[in-house]
């Protein structure tokens, strides 16, 4: 069996991905969701193009996330991630239709021509913007409310996923998907200089937001009564600065919105929601399933350096590139007034001395020393510094390769001189 250091960093790499997915892909799914309530007329047309238009960068690269989530899952917790697949099948099979129909129903809605076609597009993917998030926050009440049991087929397949506790989830699922959006998107809209686009999206993440905040409290009745030793973990345990983190961040989010300061509104509601997930994992630690804990579902040794060593040396690849990502689309380059005839920037040096200055030799080195630590000393302090060791490489890998990766920005045009600023 793994040491406790060990068999815990997938799992917090785990829940690292459900708080991404969560707060980024969620959002899109509250899009989704304005998209069904937009209204008729041109102003309703003008809602949805607005959902539409705001995901479209990154509503692929969120899904990410996801895919993240479950192979790590997967493998560092075969044990964990088979009984849950087994058990929950059926939400597991309806998220999956769900993004697999609004995926299809985005990619075909540019394509189509007449009316009632983009009619039939826009409710499919209302629709699975709807389902989708309800079914992955009834498998997450699920889990919490302790019925998915160790073993194939050992929980109930329907009766797992439909108690009070999974359905009032996927409900609160759905309402923090629709709050997110409405706060990104009134973010958006102020960025494009729409403050009527503006106002409307207001005025939903205002309600939104205080019934999601009541619906969180509300749950907090339903899990007392459900599963009391999560409730008492919530309130009374480890978890309770994360509750107390959410609360404080909810009441600012909607005060922030209030005052239309909708940028940082967007990181603060973010966080709120993330802090509930947070807290939710607290209140289970180290239990993963009933009698299972994450040291006794981890996978052998191995397994588990493979699944650390590959999610930290990816990160350095992935992370600058979803962040540069986000950059672009939150600074409006993707918008259809950007100026897209700027002159292009020399293309930056790709040699190995430009990509591998002493920041670099210092991030292989810690990539060396760590996945040395991890594979071939014992103990807990050596696997400590191990898991640190890689972190360093990942921190360190993201400041030698960005300044290479990325453009610069446009040279500014030479300043005439004394003699040029007159025609002769």
Do not use: C, K
Request: no cysteine; hydrophobic share 55%; glycine share 8%.
């Amino acid at each position: 069996m793994s040491s406790p250091v060990l068999s815990s960093i997938p799992m917090v790499f785990v829940l690292t991905g459900i708080v991404l997915y969560a707060v980024l892909a969620g959002a899109d799914f509250g899009a989704g969701f304005w998209t069904l309530f937009s209204g008729r007329g041109e102003h309703g047309l003008h809602i949805r193009e607005e959902a539409h238009h705001s995901m479209g960068p990154v509503w692929e690269a969120n899904h990410v996330w996801l895919i993240f989530v479950l192979t790590v899952f997967w493998t560092a917790y075969p044990t964990a991630f088979g009984s849950i697949a087994s058990t929950l099948a059926a939400p597991l099979f309806l998220a999956g239709l769900g993004i697999v129909l609004r995926g299809a129903a985005y990619a075909l809605r540019s394509g189509a021509s007449a009316p009632r076609e983009n009619l039939v597009l826009d409710t499919v993917f209302s629709l699975s913007s709807i389902v989708t998030p309800f079914a992955l926050g009834t498998m997450v009440g699920a889990i919490a409310g302790g019925r998915v049991l160790v073993g194939d087929d050992a929980g109930h397949r329907f009766t797992s996923w439909l108690s009070a506790t999974s359905l009032f989830d996927g409900v609160l699922a759905v309402a923090t998907a629709a709050y997110l959006a409405a706060v990104y998107l009134a973010a958006d809209a102020t960025r494009r200089e729409e403050p009527e686009l503006a106002g409307e999206f207001r005025q939903r993440a205002l309600l939104t937001g205080v019934l999601a905040g009541g619906l969180a409290v509300v749950g907090l009745i339903v899990v007392h009564h459900d599963q009391h030793v999560l409730y008492h973990e919530l309130l009374h345990g480890r978890a309770l600065p994360a509750v107390l983190v959410s609360a404080v961040a909810g009441v600012v989010a909607l005060a922030l919105v209030y005052w239309r300061r909708f940028e940082p509104a967007r990181y603060v509601a973010a966080l709120a929601i993330a802090a509930v997930l947070i807290g939710w994992a607290l209140a289970q630690w180290p239990r993963v399933l009933p009698g299972l804990t994450i040291r006794q579902a981890a996978a052998p040794h191995d397994t588990l350096v493979a699944v650390i060593v590959a999610v930290l040396a990816g990160g350095a690849i992935v992370f600058p590139s979803i962040a540069w990502l986000f950059r672009l689309s939150l600074r409006g380059q993707f918008d259809p007034t950007s100026e897209v005839d700027a002159p292009r920037s020399p293309r930056p040096d790709t040699s190995l001395d430009a990509l591998v200055p002493t920041t670099g030799r210092f991030a292989l080195a810690t990539l060396i020393a760590g996945i040395g630590l991890l594979t071939f000393a014992n103990g807990h302090v050596a696997h400590a510094i191990g898991v640190a060791m890689l972190l360093a490489f990942v921190a360190t890998a993201f400041l030698a390769l960005v300044p290479a990766l990325m453009p610069e920005p446009p040279a500014s045009p030479p300043v005439p001189g004394p003699d040029e600023s007159q025609p002769s």
